[in-house]
């Protein structure tokens, strides 16, 4: 049988070429050289088998944004198995070693992917965390209220030049919005590459800058694509971030977006679940959105992940939970926290709710409902009405939302 290795850093272009088999993508050297750049070999997994590369999985290392905390969560990324080598247990094997590394590592109490198949990941103890709206507008008809006052500018440009300004909009906004991943210079490079392979057609990217009273308050990243048809102009926007600090810049940027000339359609993979568009369209309908999962969360630290994020309310609860991959996770704990802090220890009291450790990461962004989890049998109520009277703590003001596929 193979054994799990750790890589070195000159095993990527390997690396680079089994993911581009399992994804049925091309080799794209640019693409390569991007994912270089923010690859940690030393947190990367790799089998081989007669000198082949067959099996990786990696992380990066970020921090999350949950409820009122900025978390340190192993970014789970490039999980792939040669077709020749699929459903003998390799993912498993990665899986468990890499979740125990983290766990031992003791620096990151949970583990955040974006999963290619959904059904790939609750056996190990993911949890849907964050769902999305995937935007597909015919924008014609679409029309957004004019703004209150004539507020800031617009100004357009190639994003490289901006970095900077971009990073302060990003950090200001990401400290409200469960979901968004912290960007260091590496990860801003990741971000602002636009690898012409990817472009499917369009133009490279721009960057649409809102001047507001206290500098730029708001930007989005997009690319456009021409298109023509008989009765006239069909070209689509292609939306890859919008991030605004103020009704006011979120408005600007939206009402650009949604309106330039010669277009007619938008696409946008990563809009929220509460998305502050559907409460400003003339036809919430016309954005075409569609629910889709985003983020995955596993808990590999329970008390430290519970005590790291905020509460929307006060709450005081003994939890039963059950980790058959992580067993020191496993017993009962008692959280106690609020809007300033938690705390979470091992009890030996009664518990109100027993669940398995996958229901804690749907639960740990606000974005899974306990009652919803109730309903479906996933978390069950040992001391009745504590459902009803803790299910708000656990929820936040701003759904959690991705920002970014890593
Ligand atoms: C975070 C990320 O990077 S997401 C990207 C994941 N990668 C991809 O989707 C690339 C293409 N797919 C692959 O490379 C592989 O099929 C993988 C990585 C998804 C699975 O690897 P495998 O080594 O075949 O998984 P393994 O043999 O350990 O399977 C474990 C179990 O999960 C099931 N499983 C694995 N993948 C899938 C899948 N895509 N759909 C349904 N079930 C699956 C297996 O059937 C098995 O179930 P069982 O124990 O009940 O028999």
Redesign the pocket.
């Known amino acids: 049988m193979t054994d799990v290795t750790v890589p070195r850093a000159e095993d990527f272009d390997e690396i680079s070429a089994l ?1 581009a088999l ?2 049925h993508d091309d080799p794209d050297p640019e693409m390569t050289e991007v994912e270089r750049g923010v690859f940690e070999p030393e947190r990367a997994l790799l089998v081989r088998d007669g000198g082949t590369a067959v ?1 990786h ?1 990696a992380a990066f290392t970020r921090d999350l944004q949950a409820p009122g905390a900025s978390v340190p969560a192993a970014h ?8 020749t ?11 468990r070693r890499q979740l125990r590394e983290i766990r031992d590592a003791g620096r990151e109490p949970v583990a955040v ?5 959904g ?3 609750p ?1 190990f103890g993911y949890g849907l965390a964050a769902q999305r709206y995937t935007l597909q507008c015919e924008t014609a008809e679409l029309r957004l209220p004019e703004p209150a006052s004539a507020g800031g500018t617009l100004r357009l440009d190639r994003p490289a030049g901006h970095r900077a300004e971009l990073a302060r909009v990003y950090e200001r906004v990401r400290a409200d919005r469960p979901g968004w991943s912290s960007r260091d210079e590496r990860w801003w490079a990741y971000v602002l590459a636009d690898v012409k392979g990817h472009r499917d057609g369009a133009t490279e990217r721009r960057v649409l800058l809102h001047d507001g009273t206290d500098g730029v308050d708001g930007y989005a990243l997009y690319r456009t694509k021409e298109g023509w048809e008989p009765r006239g102009p069909r070209g689509e926007v292609r939306v890859d971030e919008v991030v605004a600090a103020t009704p006011e810049a979120y408005l600007a940027l939206w009402r650009l977006l949604l309106s330039l000339d010669l277009t007619r359609r938008l696409s946008f993979r990563t809009a929220a679940v509460d998305e502050p568009l559907l409460w400003l369209l003339n036809e919430p309908r016309g954005l075409g959105a569609q629910l889709a999962d985003a983020l ?1 969360v596993r808990v590999v630290d329970v008390p430290t992940a519970l005590a790291a994020r905020r509460y929307a309310t006060d709450v005081d609860l003994v939890i039963e939970v059950t980790d058959e991959l992580l067993p020191e996770n496993s017993g009962r704990w008692r959280l106690v926290g609020g809007p300033a802090g938690a705390e979470c220890v091992a009890t030996t009291a009664p518990a109100h709710l027993a669940c398995d450790v996958r229901a804690l990461g749907e639960l740990y962004l606000g974005g899974a409902g306990l009652g919803a989890l109730a309903a479906a049998g996933r978390v069950r109520e040992l001391i009745p009405g504590t459902v009803a009277t803790s299910a708000a703590p656990f929820t936040w003001h701003r759904a959690p939302s991705p920002m970014e596929v890593f």
Do not use: N, Q
């Open positions: 993911l399992a994804f099996a999985a789970v990324t490039m999980v792939s198995v040669l077709p080598h699929r459903r003998r247990g390799l993912l498993t094997a990665l899986m992917l974006w999963a290619s198949e059904r790939i990941y056996r995955w």
